[in-house]
């Protein structure tokens, strides 16, 4: 049974079935929807690209000697991709002029006491971040000042982001270059977690959202790829979880 799952002619036919599906639910705009017939949905679309960065991460640069049978299926994730960053830049450059915006109206409504909001983007706005760090491409000089922008409120207020926030943010700090701000942290999602003899290394706080399907996995999926890209010595959270 599980030789014939692994079958090179197999593997190829699953995963070009579920990439001409994932096709089949994109639309000409970019945007993926919740089902066929459906209209475009903004928070599909950020999941599904995230997930195809992922994709090209852990599987693309060994693709060509390791993965032969995933050449076509990378291309075509790579293609789908391409086609939802439109999407993802927008959202990233509404959720700034927002925030510009208000913080505008604050500063005129207290006579400009308040410099600025209390308050981050919203966290599937940090999914955004994340795939246009990881995913490349050109920036343009708009986009990256709303980037540079939405990154500067998140550095003022990491306090108010979740474990997986903090995780998917110190991943696009070191991206950008910001190590010291992606160390910082990493050192704060250390000192969220406990271990255990029994259970490891886990999250125990609010911080760290878990639900009924996944529990708290994509958290510590996500903690576990931001110490091994910028922590790869730290064998004791990477070993513990």
């Known amino acids: 049974m599980l030789g014939t799952a692994a079958h090179p002619d197999t593997l190829r036919h699953r995963i070009d079935e579920a990439a001409s599906k ?8 970019g945007r993926w929807s919740w089902f066929s017939g459906m209209p475009g949905n903004d928070y599909m679309t950020i999941m599904i690209a995230e ?5 090209n991460q852990l599987i693309g640069a060994g693709q060509s000697t390791h993965l032969p049978v995933l050449t076509a299926s990378i291309t075509n994730a790579e293609t789908m991709l391409r086609q939802a960053m439109p999407v993802i830049d927008k959202c990233i450059s509404d959720e700034a002029k927002t925030m510009r915006k208000k913080e505008a109206e604050e500063r005129q409504r207290t006579k400009g006491r308040v410099k600025s909001l209390p308050y981050i983007p919203y966290e ?21 000042s709303d980037i540079d922008y939405l990154m500067s409120k998140i550095i003022d207020r990491p306090d108010q982001l979740t474990i997986y926030g903090k995780a998917i943010l110190a991943n696009v700090l070191d991206k950008r270059g910001e190590k010291q701000y992606a160390r910082e942290f990493l050192e704060s999602i250390r000192q969220y977690s406990v271990k255990t003899p029994m259970m490891g290394v886990y999250f125990d706080t609010s911080k760290a959202h878990s639900s ?7 958290t510590v999926s996500m903690a576990l790829e ?6 790869p ?9």
């Not at 997930?51 to 994709?55: A, F, I, K, R, S």
């Not at 920036?139 to 990256?144: A, F, N, Q, T, V």
């Not at 931001?226 to 922590?231: G, L, T």
């Open 233 to 241: 010595s730290d064998t004791a959270m990477l070993i513990g979880m």
């Open 51 to 55: 997930q195809l960065v992922h994709l």
């Open 124 to 144: 599937m706005v940090n999914h955004a971040l994340y795939v246009r760090a990881m995913a490349g491409g050109v920036e343009s000089d708009s986009l990256k």
């Open 226 to 231: 931001a110490f091994h890209k910028i922590a």
């Open 22 to 29: 994932l096709g089949i639910l994109q639309h000409n705009d």
């Open 212 to 218: 009924w399907y996944d529990y708290k996995l994509p």
